[in-house]
């Protein structure tokens, strides 16, 4: 087998294993612990001014080089802040009214992704397979082919895809369609997204489904379930667990994204106060939901409405010995993360959309297998076709999500083993591994074809 090539728009820091970087680089680095030599190509995280295509730093751990490249201000803000998450995380997420189009931002992103395309070509090699990540890089196979490569080249799409009815108010939705058509194979994470993007590439003139595949990602549930293991002895979690005086725990871990429905959530959980008042001064909810994104308006304007939403709830039902809602923004260890989730009883995930949801399966895995928690989860997350054992709500409706918490915090140990088993079986059988596994071996059947 030829050399692997992966290239996404966030590359994990691989001297910072501990710090979130979201689903797309923690599920790919877990998938990458095999032994098969890999390039990831991608951004640097950082932004210098420039006026020449920049040259890539080289970085090798183990089989993996990392090789990485900064954006200028300009290229971040239209490609970036703009094109990528103020147009297309919106338009994805089912969220049209707040897709702020402008066509400058558009070119912007087509020239970063011919620019991706000048800087990694002369890195390839002859027997290269290429996997792209992502909505910041859906023409970057156009671009490389322009460049007179031939390598098979994949895509896998970590966000959920609406129908053509939504995805062509997009102006330029037919180009960037088109544009799609240069790779060989195309993965997204459920059958609906199949579907959906299937439609929208037979409009453009693709003829051939098994081009479109639904291959959902998942997490390293072994290692994940041992890290759980070892940090709940550790100081931190023995330090949440004395703060809770034996009394229940409810865990969220979010991106602060709009996509994730904190603010539904919050509501949620509010009539959860209203209408069980017998969790009051008893149960605990803890949300960690650490900055993302920070220069997008959209997102600015969602914190500010979480800090006052939590603080209304928590002045009006806080007791002087007790705040149901504890907030927190930063990001923390994803050991100290693991060990978390396995103390809490329940794990609330609530997406209005959301691709996969990895914090889903790493609640899962995170589980004492003797006294496991119970999961809440959003019918509307790309987890909930497999997981769904779990919970499943409307994250729309805040009595729907009152009532499922009431029924986790009140539920016997016999009914929440017997759900776990079972959502623990699913997370076991598709895993990081497995998926890219299953994904690259699709890929590599295309090549036999065009050349046999
Ligand atoms: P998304 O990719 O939209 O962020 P996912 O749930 O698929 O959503 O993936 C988020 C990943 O980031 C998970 O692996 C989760 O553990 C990690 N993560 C999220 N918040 C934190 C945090 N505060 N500290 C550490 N890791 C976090
Ligand atoms: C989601 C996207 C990823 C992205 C991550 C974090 O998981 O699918 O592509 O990397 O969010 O967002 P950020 O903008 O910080 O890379």
Redesign the pocket.
């Known amino acids: 087998m030829g050399r692997l090539v992966i290239v996404s728009n966030r590359v994990p820091d691989p001297r910072e294993r501990n ?6 680089a ?2 790919l680095a877990d998938a990458l612990r095999g032994d098969q030599s890999t390039l990831w190509f991608g951004w640097s995280g950082r932004q210098v001014e420039a006026d020449a295509d920049p040259v890539p730093s080289l970085d090798t751990h183990g089989t993996v080089t990392y090789a990485t490249i900064p954006l200028t201000p300009t290229q971040h803000r239209g490609y970036y802040q703009r094109f990528s998450n103020a147009i297309l995380w919106p338009l994805c997420h089912y969220r049209l009214g707040l897709m702020d189009y402008a066509r400058a931002d558009w070119q912007q992103y087509l020239e970063v992704n011919r620019m991706f395309a000048r800087v990694l070509a002369p890195l390839l090699k002859p027997d290269d397979i290429i996997w792209v990540h992502d909505y910041h890089l859906f023409p970057l196979a156009q671009a490389l082919r322009e460049l007179g490569v031939t390598a098979p080249i994949g895509f896998f799409l ?1 966000i959920p895809f609406p129908p053509w009815s939504l995805f062509r108010a997009l102006p330029p939705a037919t180009a960037l369609l088109d544009d799609m058509k240069a790779y060989d194979l195309i993965g997204v994470q459920t059958e609906e997204d199949a579907q959906n993007l299937w439609e929208c590439l037979r409009v453009e003139g693709m003829t051939d489904p098994s081009r479109v595949v639904a291959c959902p990602i998942g ?1 390293d549930p072994v290692s994940f379930s041992e890290e759980a293991r070892d940090a709940f002895e550790g100081p931190e979690v023995r330090r949440l667990r004395e703060s809770l005086h034996d009394e229940p725990l409810i865990i969220g ?3 602060l ?1 709009y ?2 429905g904190l603010e539904e959530r919050f509501h949620g959980y509010e009539k959860l106060l209203i209408r069980y008042p017998e969790h009051h001064r008893h149960v605990t909810y803890l949300q ?3 900055v ?1 994104r920070g220069e997008v308006e959209e997102y600015r304007l969602l914190r500010r409405q979480l800090d006052e939403t939590i603080g209304r709830i928590n002045g009006a039902f806080a007791a002087y010995d007790w705040t149901p809602i504890r907030y ?1 923004t ?5 050991q100290t ?1 693991a060990g978390f989730y396995r103390l809490a009883d329940v794990a609330l995930v609530t997406p209005l959309r ?7 399966k ?1 609640y899962v895995a995170a589980q004492n297998p003797d006294n496991p928690g119970a999961l809440v989860l959003s019918h509307l997350a790309g987890a909930a076709p497999e997981l769904d054992e779990a919970l499943l709500v409307n994250p729309h409706d805040s009595d729907a999500i009152a009532d499922a918490l009431h029924l986790a915090l009140t539920m016997k140990k016999e009914e929440r083993k017997r759900r776990w088993n079972i959502l623990n079986n699913e997370i076991r059988n598709t895993t990081a591994g497995s998926w890219a596994r299953d994904f690259l071996k699709a890929l590599n059947r295309t090549r036999k074809t065009s050349v046999g």
Request: no cysteine; proline share 9%.
């Open positions: 710090k979130p970087a979201g689903g797309l923690v599920g970590h997490i871990v979010d991106r994204d996509s994730k960690v939901a650490p993302s927190l930063r990001p923390i260890a994803r993360l959301d691709g996969m949801n990895l914090v889903a790493e």
